[in-house]
């Protein structure tokens, strides 16, 4: 017989419409409520990307695809998807209690984000299991990273590759390609907190494979908040590698996100960019993983690796 599993997505989540913003972000903050300039500042950077960001839409693409992609590969386990978010809903909790609803009793849970960290993933596992505690009856499997699964890897290098084929030959020795993720406050560090060796090793993993010659890594999207961030953030980076070396070409790689949103579509595409073309050098940013098969294949593989350590 087929074994039904609730399938929880959890991810990010973004505002659906303008008068969002404002709770969205206070959500962020944990309930404190951000001042006028603040929000000011978040809807001119949605503004900037087209009005509201393509993330509700991908988020909703990739559960789905998961669910599918796993219903099609096995015969043992029948996936169905609920989607739980962070900061809007349907909130995480929303999912798992519509898993109870349903009369799901097993679920995996994931996190659309590669790495581990206390301070990100496993606030979403929390929040999950602790509402799964509450109702009684469901018990959740959570993955806590997978950014080693091969396919994930192996999209990454795929994607260097496009944009590779776009710069010319006798160029691509003056080419770096720089991998980046969210940065979180400098104390993770005193607790060993994982993330940033997941990170380097991610980057370390994609460059070996691609067989690049220079890559570097640095932190983006840091908050604006009073204690110290991970670095180097992206921007100075990008200043000393031009100084360093004079690249002619960089390819950016978020590697801590996997989709295109605000992050990605205003801090890469437009900050990083508009720095990169100030120097006289040319910004290059693949596709993000969004519904590619190999990255949706690599999300399959760790759910049904999760699942067989369950059985
Ligand atoms: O609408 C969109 O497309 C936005 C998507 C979005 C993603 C995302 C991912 C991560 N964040 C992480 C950490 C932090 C920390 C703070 C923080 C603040 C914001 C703000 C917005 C926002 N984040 Fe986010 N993040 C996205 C959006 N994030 C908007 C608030 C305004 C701003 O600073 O731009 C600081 C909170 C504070 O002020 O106290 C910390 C991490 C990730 C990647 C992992 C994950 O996806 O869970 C870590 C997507």
């Not at 290098?157 to 720089?178: C, F, M």
């Amino acid at each position: 017989v087929t074994k039904k599993i609730g399938l929880l997505v959890m991810a990010y989540g973004t505002p659906y419409q303008k008068e969002d913003i404002s709770s969205y972000y206070t959500a962020i903050r944990h309930g404190r409520k951000p001042s006028d300039e603040q929000i000011a500042d978040l809807e001119r950077r949605y503004e900037a990307i087209g009005g509201l960001s393509p993330l509700a839409k991908l988020t909703r693409q990739q559960a789905d695809a998961l669910a599918e992609r796993l219903n099609m590969i096995q015969p043992e386990y029948e996936f169905h998807a609920y989607l739980g978010l962070k900061y809007i809903h349907p909130f995480i909790e929303d999912a798992v209690q519509a898993m109870h609803d349903d009369g799901i009793e097993h679920a995996v849970s994931l996190a659309l984000a590669p790495h581990y960290s206390r301070f990100s993933v496993q606030s979403y596992i929390d929040r999950a299991q602790s509402k799964a505690e509450e109702l009684g009856g469901i018990s959740i499997t959570s993955l806590k990273s997978w950014f080693d699964q091969p396919g994930f890897i192996a999209f990454w290098q795929k994607a260097i590759q496009s944009s590779l084929v776009g710069i010319p030959e006798n160029e691509r020795d003056q080419t770096v390609v720089l991998f980046t993720a969210h940065s979180l406050p400098e104390k993770i560090l005193k607790n060993g907190d994982p993330y940033p060796d997941q990170i380097h090793e991610t980057a370390q993993r994609i460059a070996a494979k691609s067989g690049i010659e220079h890559y570097a890594q640095a932190w983006q999207s840091a908050g604006k908040t009073g204690d110290p961030w991970l670095g180097p953030d992206v921007l100075d980076q990008i200043r000393i590698l031009y100084q360093n070396s004079g690249y002619k070409h960089f390819i950016f790689c978020p590697i801590g996100f996997v989709s295109e949103h605000l992050e990605v579509l205003y801090d890469n595409d437009q900050e990083c960019r508009k720095l990169v073309e100030s120097l006289g050098a040319s910004y290059h940013r693949p596709q993000m993983p969004d519904t590619d098969p190999t990255f949706i294949d690599a999300l399959a593989s760790a759910v049904l690796h999760a699942c067989e350590e369950q059985a």
